[in-house]
């Protein structure tokens, strides 16, 4: 005889069935769903979202350089891509790096000199040693180096002239927004004990994937945030003037001015000219007189960056030679 339920188990079977089907539902909609990050406001961010994405500018334009280069030094070809920038503290970098690991640092020379700790450089160890197989004229494709792999002396300088092929083009990346020059890179072996730059101060990242060949790795930029500050600094004053003289504004010219009164220019006075054979040149002696063919109280001609702009008659001045100003030319 087939058993019969009591009405409590029918009410218990039919709220199983309903729980199952109500968790089911979020699990079918979890690829529906948005990612989303946790946000720390006990340390906010330092830079929006418009500044990062300028530096994803620059840096996108700075792989093009770099793989071109890598490509006709090493004849392999190499392809980079920016997959992230983004704004975190130093010590998650720093946390990221094993002992093993090499660290270069480039400093950075701005318009204003102002003074900031160099940007950081990482290459992945599996990148860089096939890239110094290719060097020595390897195939490099090995893709078994071992992460606790340690540098010879010979790699270790080939390292540091392979990473002055590849940040050399920093300068050229940057020239859009901002005039940069470039230090002497140092390397550093320990990374662990580099202390110029403070655990919590802000950073921002640039992680670049290269491939080369069949070999894959990552080349990780880490630009300190006072650096950052200075140059963003710089580039919001230069657009706030470029904007001052879109506008049209009144005093455009007294502005530009301003901005050119410390340019140095060169002013010279020419007395006359003269013509003489080469036996002449070669046969002249202290004491002797070259005759200019112009009288002693004739005009002088005052030049700047050698266009010629007054006429002057030569006199003395405080018991030196100057020149009084009598006419100016068109």
Known sequence: MAEVLSQNQIDALLNSMLKDNTESVPESQKELEKSWKK???????????DKLKLIKGIYDN?????????????????????????????????????????????PLKLPDDSKA?????????????????RMLGGSGDDDTVDSSYS???????????????????????????IQVGMGKLT?????????EISMEEPVAIILI???????????????????LTNIFSIIDKRKHVAGLYDEGIVDAPEIILDN??????????ELSQAKLSLYDVCSL??????????????????????????????????????????????
């Open 117 to 133: 700790p160099p940007v950081l450089v990482h290459i992945s160890q599996k990148l860089m040693i096939n890239m110094i197989d």
């Open 209 to 227: 994937n290269v491939k080369m060949n069949e070999i894959e790795g990552n080349i990780t930029i880490c630009i300190p945030g006072n650096l």
């Open 260 to 269: 050119l009164k410390n340019g140095s220019l060169e002013m010279k006075a």
């Open 62 to 106: 700075y792989t093009r350089l770099a793989s071109s280069r890598v490509n006709g030094i090493l004849r392999a070809n190499c392809e980079m891509e920016v997959i992230t920038v983004e704004e975190q503290r130093y010590h998650e970098f720093n946390n990221a790096l094993s002992d093993s690991d090499v660290m270069t640092l480039m």
């Open 151 to 177: 540098y010879t002396e010979i790699e270790s300088a080939l390292y540091e002239k392979m990473m002055e092929y590849l940040l050399g083009v920093t300068k050229d990346a940057w020239n859009n927004y």
């Open 39 to 49: 946000y720390d406001f006990s340390s906010p961010k330092k830079f929006t979202k």
């Open 187 to 195: 390397m550093e072996t320990n990374p662990g004990l580099y202390q």
């Open 285 to 330: 002696r202290v004491g002797d007189v070259i005759d200019l063919n112009q009288g002693k109280d004739t005009d002088i001609t005052l030049y700047v960056q050698e266009q010629p702009w007054f006429k002057g008659t030569l006199g003395a001045h405080k018991k030196n030679a100057a020149v009084r100003i009598e006419e100016r030319l068109s």
